[in-house]
T-cell receptor, first 112, second 111 residues
Framework: EADIYQTPRYLVIGTGKKITLECSQTMGHDKMYWYQQDPGMELHLIHYSYGVNSTEKGDLSSESTVSRIRTEHFPLTLESARPSHTSQYLC???????????FGPGTRLTVL | EDKVVQSPLSLVVHEGDTVTLNCSYEVTNFRSLLWYKQEKKAPTFLFMLTSSGIEKKSGRLSSILDKKELFSILNITATQTGDSAVYLCAVLIQGAQKLVFGQGTRLTINP
């Protein structure tokens, strides 16, 4: 069982607000990822990190930004939320040199 | 463009039936293929496959990979209502170390 946590689990906010989605893992994993998943659709990678101070953009263009100041923490920030950002955001982590990614419970974001 | 295609997209069966879920892929540089089960929350890891022809098994679930034909199958025998979920197939790309996901198969087991 993976120990990876996301908060909040559900968030409903108005357009233009700044939000930060939190993701933490207690497994000491080097690599962390953010995926976006619309209902009934594939997961798409939006950001990933190989370790502290390393961040990269994924395949799906996203207006969000991430930071990796501590190994266990990989927050995602939207400076100005819009209805098009409504989606589920899943955080994952894996150990360097291994293939299996472990997922958090997700944050379901609704922007009105 | 790297692509993973799952079929069927949706499947409804009765408890006790056996099901086979399919995953085909076209990727630039294959490293491994992973199966996940997603209920209302996080995808949970089921199997990782790297070699052709070697079956991975866990209870009533099993999976096999064919790297020549570029597909994998996930079998579930003696299905139970608790098997109802979306089953996701993903391919890990060598070098980029990123997972490319299929759309998932929504499996519903009726009592």
């Amino acid at each position: 069982e993976a120990d990876i946590y996301q908060t909040p689990r559900y968030l409903v906010i108005g357009t233009g607000k700044k939000i930060t989605l939190e993701c933490s893992q207690t497994m000491g994993h080097d690599k962390m990822y953010w995926y976006q998943q619309d209902p009934g659709m594939e997961l798409h990678l939006i950001h990933y990190s190989y370790g502290v101070n390393s961040t990269e953009k994924g395949d799906l263009s996203s207006e969000s930004t991430v930071s990796r100041i501590r190994t266990e923490h990989f927050p995602l920030t939207l400076e100005s939320a819009r209805p098009s950002h409504t989606s589920q955001y899943l955080c994952a982590s894996s150990l360097l040199g291994t293939d299996t990614q472990y997922f958090g419970p997700g944050t379901r974001l609704t922007v009105l | 463009e790297d692509k993973v295609v799952q079929s069927p997209l949706s499947l409804v069966v009765h408890e006790g039936d056996t099901v086979t879920l399919n995953c085909s892929y076209e990727v630039t540089n294959f490293r491994s293929l992973l199966w996940y089960k997603q209920e209302k929350k996080a995808p949970t890891f089921l199997f990782m496959l790297t070699s052709s022809g070697i079956e991975k098994k866990s209870g009533r679930l099993s999976s096999i990979l064919d790297k020549k034909e570029l597909f994998s199958i996930l079998n579930i025998t003696a299905t139970q209502t608790g098997d109802s979920a979306v089953y996701l197939c993903a391919v890990l790309i060598q070098g980029a170390q990123k997972l490319v996901f299929g759309q998932g198969t929504r499996l519903t087991i009726n009592p």
